[in-house]
């Protein structure tokens, strides 16, 4: 498996994978592939990377700037991040993650968000805290990953492209 960064020609299949992987998800509006998109038209997608084998893409993970109020200045949003549903299991996902993170500290990042499930996302080292607060999450669902020296406490909005269709 080799992840890079996505090329014009992985537009399609990066719907295709991502609306595969959100499908019948009990926790998603089906809106993903969507929310990719519409980052992209935004210029808002500030990574996006695609995991691909034997040159099939089967796995990708978007990051965006997320606004912290009051200002706090470098942060991004992890997702959405997709696997196809018959390579899912496999590492794929977690891959992507790590390479991403691994790429917003050379970015100069001073950290990142993700709204997910707990169990999955602490390996990375995303944990909660309840002065960084996301507006309408329960909080136990909601972590950052400092990847600087810089604490960070206030609100945090993700972009437009994630609101209502």
């Known amino acids: 498996m080799i992840i890079r960064p996505e090329r014009m020609g992985d537009h399609d299949v990066i719907r295709d994978v ?4 959100f499908a019948g998800h009990p926790h998603s509006d089906q809106t993903e592939p969507l929310i990719i998109e519409r980052l992209r038209d935004a210029h808002a997608l500030a990574l996006s990377l695609v995991a691909e084998e034997e ?7 978007a990051f965006s700037p997320v606004t912290i109020t009051p200002v706090a200045a470098g942060w ?6 997709s696997v196809r549903p018959d ?12 390479e991403g993170l691994d790429r917003l500290r050379e970015m100069g990042a001073a950290g ?5 499930d707990p169990g999955f996302y602490r390996r990375f080292g995303f944990a909660g805290d309840p002065a960084l607060v996301f507006p309408g999450c329960a ?6 990953l400092g990847l600087s020296e810089t604490r960070v406490s206030g609100t945090v909005s993700y972009h437009p492209a994630f609101g209502p269709v």
Not at 55 to 61: E, Q
Not at 139 to 144: K, L
């Open 18 to 21: 991502t609306a595969a992987a």
């Open 55 to 61: 040159g099939v893409v089967i796995g990708h993970v």
């Open 76 to 81: 991004y949003g992890l997702g959405p991040v």
């Open 87 to 98: 390579r899912q299991g496999r590492g794929a996902g977690s891959a992507l993650i790590r």
């Open 112 to 116: 990142c968000v993700v709204l997910g």
């Open 139 to 144: 909080p136990q669902y909601f972590m950052f």
